[in-house]
Every structure is written in C-alpha cells, then in structure tokens.
C-alpha cells in the first residue's frame, strides 16, 4: 500500500510541475540599448525575436579573454545579472534592468525575475556589458556592448577590459563605444523590422552618451520598436495645433491632434528658422534643436500633449503617451521665437502647423535664431498662428473646443491668445482647454419648401430639409449638419455644391447631379441612407462610339459593377492590376499583357479603385453621351486603397479612383501619400479611335497621347481632347498615378471640394469638338504665382494627331530633372504614331516630358526650348505647331518664335500656326522655341505668307511671284515625306517652273529671298 501511495504521489508531482523549455537564442537576437553607471546601475535591452516563458538571459560586467574564458582572479565590483522571462514575450519589447545601489533588483516593465551573482557593478570608468545563454563554462554569446578605452582588448589585464566574445563581431551584432562613458543610450535611429534594428543599434553613431562629475544618467527605454513596418499616420497642414508655450521657467509647448492617429507616429517640434529658399537655416544654430514627440499608442483626435524641456535637461510628456528625444538644443527665446510642427526630415520636412512669437511675424530672410519665414506648405491665419510681439508665453483661450475644422480656425487666430510678459517667471499653466472632435450643432434651421425658418444655415447651423430643394433655384448650403425627411428631395444641381461639417441623416432623398458636388469636412462624420434613395448621376463626355473606354470610380458604397454597367458588354470591364504591370523592356507595356483584368457582374465596386469600361454596342449611338448611375450610401471619411510598387519598373503605375460624390484636390492627395504617390495624375481623355497601327500588345491598340496629365508642382497638358487637366480630380472619376512605394494611400474628406466650378471636367473621351483655343486664355482653376511663366504648344496633323506639351517656369523646380512632381514623362510606348516633347539636354536618362518644369528665373530674351519631335507615320503627311495657351508677365510681353534648323526659319508664332512636313525619324534639333530672334531686325525680316503668290498655269506650268521690291534667290519642292523634289535657282520676283512629274497632292514650296530670309507656303497642284 505504501508503494502505491508513493506511486501515486509522485504521479501527481509529474502532473503539477510545469515544464517550462526557453528560447535558444542566437547572435542577435536581442540588442543592448541602454546603460547608466552614474547612480543606480542599469541595462536596457529589446528582444528582437519572440520568446518563450522561462527564456533565461544572463547580463557580466565581466570581462573576456581571447583564449574563449571569462577572465578570473581580482573580480571585485564584477558579477552576473541573471533574468528569466515570466510569460510568452514577442519581438520588440523592451526592458530595463536596475540593480540599485541599497542591492534592490528591479525590472521594468515587470515581466520575469532577477536575481544576481557576485557583484554586477558596471564601472563609470570603462567597463563591458556581455549578454549570454548557458554557463560560465559553456556560454553562447548573444550580445555585446563595451564603453572602455581603447575598445575590445585581447588582454582583458583588468576589470574593465574585455576581448570581443566569441561569435560575435563588431558593428553587427555587438557596439563599441568606447571612450570611458559613463552612460548611454541608443538614439532611436531605427525602431522597426529586427535586422534593420541590429544593425543600427549595432554602430555606435547612433548612440548618445553622457559623462563628467555629478549624475548624468540617462533616461532608458526611450524607443517604440516594431519587429514590423510601423505605418505611422502621415499627417498633412491642420491635422494639429499648437496650443501654448512657455519660455519661462521650463521651454514648454502644448499641441492638440486633430484628427486620430496610430502608435508610432512621429512628430517634431523646432525652433529653428525656415528660409525663403525653401530650407532651415544654418549656421549659427546656438540653442537651437528639434524635440521628436514619438506616440506609443493610438491616440483619438482631440488629445492635448504637453512636452516640457526642462533646464536641467530632463524631457517630460504629460499625459504619458509617448517618447520624447532631443537633438541638438531645443530652446524658445522669450525675446521672440518659433515653434515649427513637421513630420518626415529636415531636409523634406512636411510641415503641420507653426507658431510665432517673434515681432514683426513672420519674415523672410531668417537671418539669427528669432526669425522664421512661414513654412511652405502653410498659409497664417489658416494653419499657422502669429503672434509677434516677442510674448514669453502664451496660451490659447479655448474659444472654440469642438469641431477640427473650427478648433483649427480658432487656434490659428492671434486674438484668441492669452499671453504673459515681462520680468521674472510669469510661464502659463497650458492644457486647461478640453477637446471634442464631435461637432456640436447648437442651433438649427428648416426648409420648408419656400424658405428656411430660422435664417440660412452656416457651418454651426443644422439644416433639416422638409420641402423641395434645388441648389440650382434655391443656392447652395454650407451647414453643420444635414437631414433630409422622408418624401422630400434635396437635388444639387450642375455646378453647385453642399458642404456639410457632420453628419448627415437621409430619409428621404438626395441627387447629385454630373457636375455637383456633395462634400463631408469631418472624417469621423457619419452618412446614415434609411432605406431612401442616395444617388449620383454622372454624365461622360460625348463619345465617337461604343468601344471608347471611361475610367470609372465608385462614388457610393455597397454596389455590384452590375448594380451600375449591367448592360456594358462584360468583356469590355476592366481593373489593373498593378503587382502583374511589368515593363522590363521599357517599351511603354506591360511585358505579359496580363495586368487588365477583367470583372465580373457580381464583384464590388470598390470606393478608391479605377475601373475601364465602354459602352454598349447594341443601345449606344455614337456621337452621344453616356450615363452612370451610383444609387447606395455615400463614400465618406477615410477610404484606404493599396498601392503597388516594383523597383524593377520605370514608373509603376497604379489605376486608382476618386471614391466621393464630390471633386478632390489631387495636390492635398498626393502630400497626404507622398510616400506612395508620386506628383502626377494621368488622365484617360480618349479621342483616338483604336488601330492595329497603334503600339502595343493587343491586336487593335487605343493610342497612348490619349492622356492628360497633371502635376502638382508644373499644371496639366492636355491629352487628345484638347482639354488641360486642373488640380480637381472630378466625382466618379478614375485615374493613373506611379508610385514610388507600396502601402495603402488615404483618402480623408480635407481632400474634397465645395465649390462650383471644380467638378466640371470628366476625363474619359473627347470634347464636343477638338476646336481648340483660337486665343492664348488663362484657366481660372490655376492660380499663377508671380514671375512664374507657362507656355502650352499643340502638335496636329491632317490624319488626326494631337499631342501638347507645357514647359513651366515655376517656383521649387530646376532646370534638370526635378521627379514626377515637376517633370512629367510622357506615357510613351515603342512605335508611337507621332509625338512631341521636351527634354533635358546631356541627360543620360533620355527622358521624353509631356509637361517639364524649369527655374523661374531661367526665363528671359536668350532663353531657347528645345523641342523633340518624332514620328513613325510613312505616309504623306502635314504637320502643324501651334501656340495653344500662355500664361506670366514674361511671355505676355514678349513675341513667340519657332525656329526650324532643318529648313532654317524662323516663324512668328504668336501670329500663326507653323506647318511643316518630316520623313520617319526622331528629331531633337530640328525645332527651338524663342523669345527673341538671332537675328537684330526680325520684325523687318518677318514675311507673312500671302507675300508669296503660286498659281497653276497651263500644262502643268507654275508661277511663282512676290510682292513689292523682294526678289527670289531659289526655290525648293518639297513633298509630304520632307523630301525636295525640285530645286531652283531663281531670279527676280516672278518665275515660272514646269512641274509636270509631279502628282495631284499636297506640297511646301520653299521660296528664299535675295536678303536671306525664307518664305514656306503649302499649295495643292490640281492637274
């Protein structure tokens, strides 16, 4: 019996005793991060693999010996720290361990146990920190760190010195200060993805150390690392406010976000000038630096944070939600400062909001640390506040508390400030203001079918509909909120808008009409479709016939692409799939040809994504419209779509979508993503019919000039319609981008517009005709700043090319290649009918621009574009250049020439269309435009045409003749192939020719004048 209750017991021991089996770990899998020998002694490391429960690591100030042992003998102030993970830990977490110096162990966090051997004392006077599993006997070295001078010893003579661990090496998975430091800690350099953090914790340039008398320890476990890509929220101009400051006492600044955000976003705070150039101020930097706020949790808009900098040096965040580091100096003068919110570098900083405090305000040349221009990407008064007066400190008076939009309007109002000055300590207690995103409507007002009942709505007035309303008859309405009761309907008619702060509520119905626009500020703001009919109607363009593409996008949410094109032949509906686009080639195609997929009636329509599809052969009528017709709740807030990138490709194109019923501003999309996205949207604008002639690598290919294209820094160029794209991306319209990194771009409501005008263009075939302006005309939509210049020049042909480019002086770009926001490439397949385009000279890229922007100040009397030209077309043809569009002082006053070096003419361009005729070839010398001749008499050079006079005569008989004293010195024949056929010398001012070998067409006769200047007249010889 005994036995068996022994028996027993010892079962039940088995059963009960947990069997823990720890993580092997390997050369690094973790990395030291921190030490501080001033005080209380401390190790900072982060696991940079996931570990298991027991997982044991064991922390020496002992040293190494090159002959593979600890060293023994005289190990006092030398020992082991020795901690054991108490739960499953994962990749990424940091932890600190303390060994006071009362003999109290600590961890924090407070994840595992700690218990020592011998004396752990690391010494201020150079000492080493050696991480490993196993025994003394038998160790397995897992990181290392050395902060004594010389470095890794081979000696290891003393308690300090150490050789380097075996399997370990320097700079890659072990740091050597150096130097005796008697603290240090890693800078936060890089916090994501394990190899990437080893290596950067690994060079010892990225660590910042403090030493001399008195306790300097550092602050430990200053970063948020992610074995994983942290996706931190990119922030644009708005999306916080700085909402006080104090320079006495502690330098303080107070913030409030303005939209929500992620763990890990990073935002930095300076008080360093921004120049007019467009770049901080260097040089003479003193007390000056950047505080980087780093959140260590998702944080809801309407937070408030206080970072204090204070004069003994310690960073503090109130509420605790995140990291706080300093580089270099950060210091607010109270004899007048600034205060400059960013995300991203200094050298391509995005700015976010900015404060100044400096009297007279904001100043443009920066010249000592009080001063700052206002950054670019802000304007005052919108997204800056300025409060001059060199004010010591200041806080705002919480006026306004609720809404983002109308937070940010009255933070960024001087008058809305409570300021101190003056002597001794007068700083402000910041953060008394409590904000809510939620938007709160305090009164309201209701259309009752004739009149609203308590006055017009505005942005703090809800709007109820409770009769008929039309914004074309009854004008169109800015309210914080909107209902629409059950029976009524509340129509936005063409060229007007709704714009709404909040939420709105639908019971009865609303209609978007082609060219309105329905526009939510708030992203957090609700739509709310009772079972009633929320609808947009879009119109295209007019259409040759059935088979010409438009490129769609969903403005609502919930639809099958049969809810919408049911009767659009199946066959003919497309996505891109941008992870299949390869061009390895270069040769403008995709090299499989399987990147246009098609869709099925019952897939989604999905809000962001662009969709190709034609219409209906058998019910279309060609020369007519087409219409679409989105009935479902509508898109609102933000709206993520995944981009595609592929280093491997030139420019990997992405085919994407407005998602709302309103028009976007493609500028605010792209700052938002310019990390994805680079500055140019393509727009399909088809006017080609489709042909076997055409490149690419289907049967019948649709021509790529096509396009429009639009960049955010240069303006738009206009495709085959003849119609220049603005910065306004219209409602249901889909477009190309390329993309520079892959992730999900965001669209917010901040991007939509309310206005009249903005929705008016629809890309997706022709015009009513290709007409094109017959008078230079500047676009209302493109706002021109001073000096800055534009010139569009149209390319034609008598067998339907059409293709423009623009060349724009514009502030920000250079004369070289200055990336897709400035400079767009032309979309430029191999065997391309006819094109022209600009180019940078001495270029080794080679690279053909639909639209290139240069200097602002290259413009002037010697300026020269050179234009390239090229065609593949075999057949006769005539060619025309022309001026289409100008805009800036400059070229308003001056007088537009081509020069032609083939034929040597010079052509008055501002006066008229330049024909010409060219043989197959691509040709970058041929054509220069000019703002002032080579010649020192133009004017008086310049003959207009009907100076020459040509007449067919009898038996194929042909005279020549020019007017008034010019005589003629030759004669040329010239065919549509650009080849001379005839070559005269010629006499006086009237000659005649036989020219019977020649055939009932077209030709350019050549004539030159005795004084040298050339005469090109088209004429058609009948017999």
């Given at each position: 019996?005994?036995?068996?209750?022994?028996?027993?017991?010892?079962?039940?021991?088995?059963?009960?005793?947990?069997?823990?089996?720890?993580?092997?770990?390997?050369?690094?899998?973790?990395?030291?991060?921190?030490?501080?020998?001033?005080?209380?002694?401390?190790?900072?490391?982060?696991?940079?693999?996931?570990?298991?429960?027991?997982?044991?690591?064991?922390?020496?100030?002992?040293?190494?010996?090159?002959?593979?042992?600890?060293?023994?003998?005289n190990t006092g102030r030398e020992g082991t720290l020795i901690w054991v993970a108490d739960t499953d830990l994962s990749c990424g977490s940091q932890i600190i361990l303390t060994s006071a110096n009362d003999g109290t162990l600590t961890i924090s966090p407070n994840i595992g146990s700690l218990t020592e051997v011998d004396d752990f004392e690391i010494r201020g006077q150079g000492d080493?920190?050696?991480?490993?599993?196993?025994?003394?006997?038998?160790?397995?070295?897992?990181?290392?760190?050395?902060?004594?001078?010389?470095?890794?010893?081979?000696?290891?003579?003393?308690?300090q010195e150490s050789a380097l661990p075996i399997g370990l090496t320097d700079g890659v998975n072990s740091v050597d200060i150096s130097g005796d430091i008697d603290n240090g800690t890693y800078n936060c350099a890089v916090t994501t993805l394990p190899d990437a953090i080893l290596a950067s914790v690994s060079d010892a340039a990225n660590w910042n150390t403090s030493d001399g008398d008195g306790n300097q320890s550092l602050t430990l476990g200053q970063c948020l690392f992610s074995c994983t890509s942290i996706i931190q929220t990119v922030l644009t101009a708005g999306d916080i406010v700085i909402t006080g400051y104090n320079t006495d006492g502690n330098d303080q600044v107070a913030f409030v976000l303005l939209t929500d955000i992620t763990a890990g976003t990073e935002i930095r705070f300076t008080d360093r000038g921004w120049l007019d150039t467009d770049a901080f101020r260097v040089g003479n930097t003193d007390r000056e630096g950047t505080l980087i706020w780093t959140a260590n949790t998702d944080l809801s808009c309407g937070t408030q944070i206080i970072l204090t900098s204070a004069n003994n040096g310690t960073l503090t965040i109130s509420p605790n939600t995140g990291i706080l580091t300093e580089e270099d100096d950060f210091e607010i003068r109270g004899q007048g400062d600034q205060i400059l919110a960013y995300q991203g570098t200094d050298d391509s900083p995005t700015f976010i909001y900015a404060l100044n405090f400096n009297n007279p305000g904001w100043s443009v040349t920066a010249g000592n640390q009080q001063e700052s221009a206002l950054p670019i990407g802000l304007a005052d008064g919108v997204n800056s506040v300025d409060i001059s007066g060199d004010i010591d400190n200041g806080a705002y008076d919480c006026a306004v508390t609720t809404s983002p939009e109308l937070i940010l309007t009255a933070v960024s109002d001087a008058t809305n400030w409570d300021t101190s000055d003056g002597g001794g300590n007068q700083s402000l207690t910041l953060g008394l203001c409590t904000f809510d995103c939620s938007v709160i409507c305090p009164t309201t007002t209701t259309w009752n079918g004739t009149t609203w009942d308590n006055g017009i709505p505005n942005t703090t007035v809800a709007a109820i509909i409770n009769g008929a309303y039309?914004?074309?008859?009854?004008?169109?309405?800015?309210?914080?909120?909107?209902?629409?009761?059950?029976?009524?309907?509340?129509?936005?008619?063409?060229?007007?808008?709704?714009?709404?702060?909040?939420?709105?509520?639908?019971?009865?119905?609303?209609?978007?009409?082609?060219?309105?626009?329905?526009?939510?500020?708030i992203?957090?703001?609700?739509?709310?479709?009772?079972?009633?009919?929320?609808?947009?109607?879009?119109?295209?363009?007019?259409?040759?016939?059935?088979?010409?593409?438009?490129?769609?996008?969903?403005?609502?949410?919930?639809?099958?692409?049969?809810?919408?094109?049911?009767?659009?032949?199946?066959?003919?509906?497309?996505?891109?799939?941008?992870?299949?686009?390869?061009?390895?080639?270069?040769?403008?195609?995709?090299?499989?040809?399987?990147?246009?997929?098609?869709?099925?009636?019952?897939?989604?329509?999905?809000?962001?994504?662009?969709?190709?599809?034609?219409?209906?052969?058998?019910?279309?009528?060609?020369?007519?419209?087409?219409?679409?017709?989105?009935?479902?709740?509508f898109n609102n807030g933000l709206i993520e779509v995944p981009i595609a990138y592929d280093s491997a490709n030139v420019a990997h194109y992405n085919f994407i979508g407005n998602p709302?019923?309103?028009?976007?501003?493609?500028?605010?999309?792209?700052?938002?993503?310019?990390?994805?996205?680079?500055?140019i949207a393509y727009l399909w604008s088809q006017s080609t019919p489709p042909s076997a002639n055409n490149?690419?690598?289907?049967?019948?290919?649709?021509?790529?000039?096509?396009?429009?294209?639009?960049?955010?820094g240069s303006g738009g160029a206009a495709g085959a319609s003849g119609i220049i794209p603005t910065q306004y991306i219209p409602s249901g319209q889909g477009f190309f981008i390329p993309s520079v990194g892959a992730g999900n771009a965001v669209f917010k409501n901040s991007m939509r517009v309310a206005s009249i005008d903005s929705n008016n263009q629809f890309f997706g075939t022709e015009e009513n005709s290709l007409t094109l302006n017959s008078n230079p005309t500047v676009n209302s939509n493109d706002l021109l700043i001073d000096?800055?210049?534009?010139?569009?020049?149209?390319?034609?042909?008598?067998?339907?090319?059409?293709?423009?480019?623009?060349?724009?002086?514009?502030?920000?770009?250079?004369?070289?290649?200055?990336?897709?926001?400035?400079?767009?490439?032309?979309?430029?397949?191999?065997?391309t009918s006819a094109i022209l385009y600009t180019f940078i000279e001495d270029d080794e890229d080679d690279i053909k621009f639909v639209i290139q922007g240069k200097d602002i100040n290259s413009i002037n009397e010697n300026e020269i574009i050179h234009l390239g030209f090229e065609t593949n077309i075999e057949v006769p043809t005539l060619y025309t250049l022309s001026l289409d569009q100008f805009e800036g002082a400059f070229i308003e006053n001056s007088t537009i020439f081509l020069k032609d070096n083939l034929l040597d003419v010079m052509h008055n361009l501002s006066e008229g269309d330049y024909e010409f005729t060219s043989e197959v070839g691509t040709f970058e010398e041929r054509f220069q435009i000019q703002f002032v001749s080579e010649t020192l008499s133009i004017d008086e050079n310049l003959v207009i045409e009907n100076e020459l006079v040509i007449i067919e005569?009898?038996?194929?008989?042909?005279?020549?003749?020019?007017?008034?004293?010019?005589?003629?010195?030759?004669?040329?024949?010239?065919?549509?192939?650009?080849?001379?056929?005839?070559?005269?010398?010629?006499?006086?001012?009237?000659?005649?020719?036989?020219?019977?070998?020649?055939?009932?067409?077209?030709?350019?006769?050549?004539?030159?004048?005795?004084?040298?200047?050339?005469?090109?007249?088209?004429?058609?010889?009948?017999?």
């Open positions: 019996m005994t036995k068996i209750i022994v028996l027993f017991l010892l079962v039940l021991a088995l059963k009960i005793t947990p069997s823990h089996s720890q993580t092997t770990l390997t050369a690094g899998d973790i990395a030291i991060t921190g030490y501080n020998t001033d005080g209380d002694d401390q190790v900072a490391f982060v696991l940079l693999t996931d570990i298991t429960v027991g997982t044991e690591i064991r922390f020496t100030d002992r040293g190494w010996l090159d002959t593979n042992a600890f060293r023994i003998g080493q920190i050696l991480a490993y599993q196993g025994t003394d006997d038998s160790p397995t070295f897992i990181y290392a760190l050395n902060f004594n001078n010389p470095g890794w010893s081979t000696t290891a003579g003393n308690q039309t914004t074309g008859v009854n004008g169109n309405i800015s309210a914080c909120s909107l209902a629409v009761n059950s029976g009524f309907r509340l129509s936005i008619s063409n060229s007007t808008f709704i714009e709404i702060e909040s939420d709105v509520v639908i019971n009865g119905e609303i209609i978007v009409e082609s060219s309105g626009n329905f526009v939510q500020n992203d957090s703001s609700t739509y709310t479709n009772n079972g009633a009919m929320s609808r947009v109607n879009k119109v295209t363009p007019v259409k040759q016939d059935w088979f010409f593409f438009t490129y769609w996008s969903s403005p609502v949410s919930g639809l099958t692409v049969d809810d919408v094109f049911a009767t659009n032949p199946a066959n003919r509906r497309f996505i891109f799939n941008a992870n299949n686009y390869l061009d390895l080639n270069e040769d403008g195609f995709d090299d499989d040809a399987n990147a246009y997929e098609l869709v099925s009636g019952s897939d989604p329509l999905i809000p962001g994504v662009g969709y190709a599809i034609t219409e209906n052969q058998q019910f279309f009528i060609p020369g007519s419209t087409a219409q679409a017709t989105f009935d479902g709740t709302y019923p309103s028009a976007i501003d493609f500028e605010i999309f792209q700052a938002t993503n310019s990390s994805l996205i680079g500055g490149p690419g690598n289907q049967t019948v290919n649709f021509s790529q000039n096509d396009y429009a294209t639009y960049t955010i000096n800055e210049n534009k010139i569009w020049i149209n390319l034609k042909s008598d067998n339907g090319i059409f293709n423009q480019i623009l060349v724009a002086y514009v502030g920000g770009a250079t004369d070289a290649y200055d990336g897709f926001s400035y400079d767009a490439p032309r979309v430029l397949p191999i065997g005569l009898n038996n194929n008989d042909v005279q020549f003749k020019v007017s008034g004293n010019l005589e003629m010195e030759s004669i040329k024949i010239i065919d549509l192939n650009g080849r001379v056929l005839y070559n005269f010398k010629a006499q006086g001012s009237d000659n005649t020719y036989n020219l019977s070998k020649l055939n009932n067409s077209v030709y350019i006769a050549q004539i030159r004048l005795t004084n040298g200047v050339l005469i090109s007249k088209k004429a058609l010889k009948r017999n």
